[in-house]
């Protein structure tokens, strides 16, 4: 993400030095939405490419904020997290030098083409980003990037043999729906999931990220897709001491069952006592984890 933002604060830099600033003004700007976006000639549902039969190239790239959720039970993993899409609109450029060295506008998303992108695996919205109105950046040059965010809901397979002392790991597969591989494909930036602006979670700790481009094929149509990877490490601190160590000193004490003098008449109510609370733990244990084998 850092290398990102830097590239496109580069270029706009470079877009402002290297053309003549006359003074941008208001005027200036709606100029340009009327001669670009306001044009007949522009149709935000077509891909923008002059050649309809190249493809067209967007650069992807994921900003993990936090760690929401992972839960054990209804195996889902829940985070929040910024898209970072990149590509060319071939259809929006224009000299600033006629629009008063304006080089950069903020159009909203509905206003131009955009991938439309869904996420596979999810259990809550199929496409979070239908009406979407996080900033866009539109450059002189055409470059356009968009930053959507959202709680991304999934589902995640988790294997808890060593409970609590287990590593998961969680997907998100985004897809891109309408457009096929021929039309358009994904690129990233980096093998790895942006953390610059990640908080710490007090359950897991994040071990490690990828996030890889590949393709999905649906009988005779292929998409572009990519997938953000994380992997997690339980601290088990908390279920150690708040679980585990109870347990055994609850088995611990069932044994001392036998130190209690017989003439006493306290033996079976002792026991009863221990098995009861052992009871307790145990389903307080069986809550947490899935109805699995």
Partial sequence: MFLLLSCLCLELLSSLCFHKVKGESYSNTVEIFKDKLASSSYNPRIRPVVNQSAVLVVHVAFELVSIVEL???QQSFTCNGFLVLRWTDENLVWDPAQYGGQAVIHPVPQDIWRPRVVVMNTLGDRDPFADDFSPIFLTSQGHVTWV???????SCELDLTNYPFDTQ????KIVAMTVTLDEMQFQVYSNKVDTNFFTTNGQWDLIDTSINTSSLYAESISMSSFEMRLVMKRRSTFLLIDIILPVVFLSF??????VIPEDSGEKIGYGITV???LTVYMSIVSSMLPNSS
């Fill in 71 to 73: 839960n054990d039970v």
């Fill in 148 to 154: 959507p965010g959202s709680l991304f809901l999934t």
């Fill in 169 to 172: 790991v969680c997907t998100i």
């Fill in 253 to 258: 004490l069932n044994l001392m069952v036998f």
């Fill in 275 to 277: 098995l009861l609370a």
